[in-house]
């Protein structure tokens, strides 16, 4: 059975990101063996089962950041997310929403200002990188990314994440505090990423 025509559509996008994908990379943290991505067809929730078109394990910041970039260039979405200073995650939908370079131009302007925005952005940038999760933290911020990455994979619901980032304070109970990002028109990884759709 073939695939649908936009997922077929889709996974051309992907797997057209692969040379790139290796060059960031490194051949063997880009996986694109059948029998290999089998092992990521589903991530705790084993009653929906998707082989991915591809794998990247992306091992330094600057690696993610280079990954990110080429999704957006090629319109692919992405989800990320994770524990370190803060527990949180978002997505990126190309053509559609800001990307991560539009959240990290937010930050870069708003880093020296006096307002709330720019004291938060200074206390981050102080506080060191560690994970401060215990396993059930981690187990709702992979939720999370899984229930995001199921409304692009099959598109029943909008994404909730796309330019938002939702990050969960651990002293305080779990609360969500949702902090939007605006797309800069002159990102330049937010320009052609809306032709790639």
């Not at 797997?15 to 059948?34: F, H, K, Q």
């Not at 589903?42 to 993610?64: F, K, M, N, Q």
């Not at 330019?163 to 609360?175: E, I, K, M, Q």
Request: proline share 9%; hydrophobic share 40%.
């Amino acid at each position: 059975m073939s695939e649908p025509k936009g997922q077929e559509a889709a996974r051309r996008r992907v797997e057209s990101t692969v040379p790139r994908m290796r060059d960031i990379c490194g051949a063997g943290n880009v996986i694109t063996d059948p029998l290999e991505l089998r092992t990521y067809e589903c991530d705790g929730l084993t009653a929906h089962r998707s082989v991915p078109a591809l794998v990247v394990l992306p091992a330094s910041a600057a690696e993610v950041a280079a990954v990110v970039t080429e999704c957006a260039a090629a319109g692919v979405p992405f989800v990320r997310g994770g524990m370190g200073v803060q527990s949180a995650y978002y997505s990126v939908d190309p053509g559609r929403g800001p990307c991560h370079e539009c959240e990290r131009g937010t930050m870069l302007a708003e880093l020296d200002q006096p307002t709330k925005a720019g004291a938060r952005w200074r206390l981050i940038m102080r506080l060191r990188q560690v994970n401060p999760g215990i396993g059930p933290v981690a187990g709702a911020i992979g939720a999370a990314m899984a229930m995001e990455t199921i409304r692009y994979l099959t598109g029943f619901a909008e994404p909730v994440a796309a330019g938002v980032l939702h990050s969960f304070d651990l002293g305080d109970g779990g609360a969500e505090t949702l902090t939007p990002w605006p797309r800069r028109p002159d990102c330049p990884v937010c320009q052609p990423a809306g032709s790639a759709r």
